[in-house]
């Protein structure tokens, strides 16, 4: 699992379809995806225990329905139940796809999405891009140094990942200013998750200690919800 570098998009959102037409500096063929978020309301009905012995339900469906019956019995207490029949198929399915955090005042929000296009799942391939905005909410100007990325797969698979910078730049931002790019992450499962820190400095004072800027959890999923934007 490795984490790979792509160039912006124009703003934080990330559109369900691109063409290949605005990415093809990129040598990528965006032909589908999927955002993913929490989802909204649903109801639904049907016996979910009957889904998960029937031979004729997918993983998918059967993760689909559960999802549908955790909505419908989130009052109730059936909720906890069908929650872990949904931890036990997808471990990462009830952390969301984007996620939002504030370290000494500089704010990390991220989104993630699912590439159909780029994956392949008969071969355990699954690409998932993201998108980070980094605003500066503080008073003084700070300058990224090094990334830091925790990657998680459905079976528990952990990899550590380090660099310098982000995209090839350790840009400078300014205090009410703030810097986006994407990147993308391959995964041999169909959801798992990401989180890290930041490594800046503030750079109004010679000599001034690095410190690290968490980066929150959130999830990479196949499964959408046609959610776009944080």
């Known amino acids: 699992m490795h984490c790979l570098n792509l160039k912006s998009f124009t703003s934080l959102s990330l559109p369900s379809r691109v063409s290949s037409s605005s990415i093809k500096d990129h040598n990528l063929r965006f032909n589908r995806i999927v955002a993913c978020s929490v989802p909204g309301t649903g ?3 049907g016996s979910v225990q009957g889904a998960n012995q029937s031979p004729l339900f997918s993983r998918t ?3 689909a329905l559960l999802k549908q019956q955790l909505e419908v019995a989130a009052k109730s207490e059936d909720a906890a139940r069908y929650r872990d029949e949904l931890k036990e198929i997808a471990p990462h399915c009830l952390l969301k796809c984007s996620s939002d955090a504030t370290t000494l005042g ?3 929000q991220v989104r993630s999405v ?4 780029r994956s392949q799942p008969s071969k355990g391939l699954y690409f998932f891009a993201y998108r980070i905005r980094i605003t500066n909410n503080s008073d003084r100007p700070v300058q990224l140094l090094r990334r830091h990325w925790i990657i998680t797969d459905a079976n528990g698979k952990t990899e550590s990942v380090h660099g310098i910078g982000v995209i090839g730049e350790q840009p400078v931002i300014l205090p009410n200013t703030g810097f986006e790019y994407s990147s993308a992450c391959p995964l041999s499962t169909p959801n798992g998750r990401m989180e890290g820190d930041f490594e ?3 750079i109004d004072k010679i000599g001034a200690r690095t ?3 968490a ?3 959130f999830s990479l999923s196949t499964f959408g919800d046609g959610v ?3």
């Open 228 to 230: 776009d934007a944080i």
């Open 106 to 108: 500089i704010r990390v």
């Open 61 to 63: 469906e059967t993760y």
């Open 43 to 45: 109801s639904g009905s």
């Open 215 to 217: 980066i929150a959890p």
């Open 200 to 202: 800046m400095k503030h």
């Open 114 to 117: 699912y590439i159909e296009g």
């Open 211 to 213: 410190f690290n800027v």
